[in-house]
């Protein structure tokens, strides 16, 4: 099985920053993506930021603008999603996502999603 484990949420005053962190670990043969994903109260979860193996593509949401960098360190198979400027609308439970492969009891190669647990962001005002 595929573990995913985040950290880095919690409070933060309005213009601050964060920095979450999500590692993977596990039966996994290769990653294809690892992302973020929120989902702020009685919404549903968006895309934040996404990274991809065999690119360098970044793909941000649009109400990112700039503030929100996501990172990844393949030999450790984590993700970091640094969040600057923060402001009140950011808050919400954000959730790692990790797309792989990895190997079943026969040997193939299976693709996964995994998510995170979810990281509570809440910004202040």
């Known amino acids: 099985q595929v573990h995913v484990m985040e950290s880095g949420g919690g409070l933060v005053q309005a213009g601050g920053s964060l920095r979450l962190s999500c590692a993977a670990s596990?039966?996994?043969?290769?990653?294809?993506?690892m992302g973020w994903y929120r989902q702020a109260p009685g919404k549903q979860r968006e895309l934040v930021a996404n990274?991809?193996?065999?690119?360098?593509?970044?793909d941000y949401a649009d109400f990112v603008k700039g503030r929100f960098t996501i990172t990844r360190d393949n030999a450790k198979n984590t993700v970091y999603l640094q969040m600057n400027s923060l402001e009140p609308e950011d808050t919400g439970v954000y959730y790692c996502?990790?797309?792989?492969?990895?190997?079943?009891?026969?040997?193939?190669?299976?693709?996964?999603?995994?998510w995170g647990q979810g990281s509570q962001v809440t910004v202040s005002s």
């Open positions: 996502k990790i797309t792989g492969t990895t190997p079943n009891s026969a040997g193939a190669m299976e693709r996964f999603d995994q």
């Open positions: 990274t991809f193996t065999t690119t360098a593509y970044r």
């Open positions: 596990g039966s996994i043969f290769n990653i294809i993506a």
